[in-house]
């Protein structure tokens, strides 16, 4: 259970409602994939690879200081809390969910739709920029990422109602 707007909720009734947020958010279609994949921890991070003994090495390649998992990434990373600080994404501090998914849903539940946006674009943003220096060895400033977020976020407001 976990409060939501003076009222309880079941785990099952906040993911209904994140998914269902996160299919009425007015951003591409390849981001909302993203979220979807993130939040079930479908994606390649170095723990599932590791999982699979596809790889050895699983320090976070974008802080190494842990292993990285979707958890690591998008939320304890502190590369990952630069950036969402400079986009102005909070965590909210009420969040007690331990499972990953449940404290996903929980955040996207209990904030606004713009902040929602933001925090979707800001994930893309940084998966994106693991990849690059993952693959491509290319390292980027945390101020380069929310530059980037700052100005797509614009964008896609500005296209919001052709997508
Ligand atoms: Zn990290």
Not at 36 to 60: E, F, G, M, Q
Not at 88 to 100: A, D, I, L, M, Y
Request: aromatic letters at 12%.
């Amino acid at each position: 259970m976990a409060s939501y707007r003076g009222g309880t909720r079941t785990n099952n009734e906040i993911l209904t409602i994140f998914f269902t947020r996160l299919w009425e958010l007015k951003i591409p279609s390849k981001i909302r994939i993203l979220i979807w994949r993130i939040a079930h921890d479908y994606l390649p991070t170095l723990h599932n690879l590791r999982v699979r003994s596809l790889v050895v090495n699983t320090l976070c390649p974008v802080c190494q200081m842990e292993e990285e998992s979707v958890d690591h990434l998008f939320r304890v990373c502190t590369f990952t809390q630069q950036v969402l600080w400079g986009v102005g994404v909070t965590v909210s501090t009420c969040n007690r969910e331990s499972s990953w998914k449940n404290w996903l849903a929980a955040e996207f539940v209990n904030q606004s739709i713009e902040a929602c946006k933001i925090r979707s674009i800001a994930y893309w943003a940084i998966w994106y920029n693991r990849n690059k220096l993952y693959h491509e060895g290319m390292r980027e400033q945390a101020h380069e990422v929310v530059g980037f977020i700052k100005a797509y976020y614009a964008e896609t407001t500005i296209l919001g109602e052709r997508l």
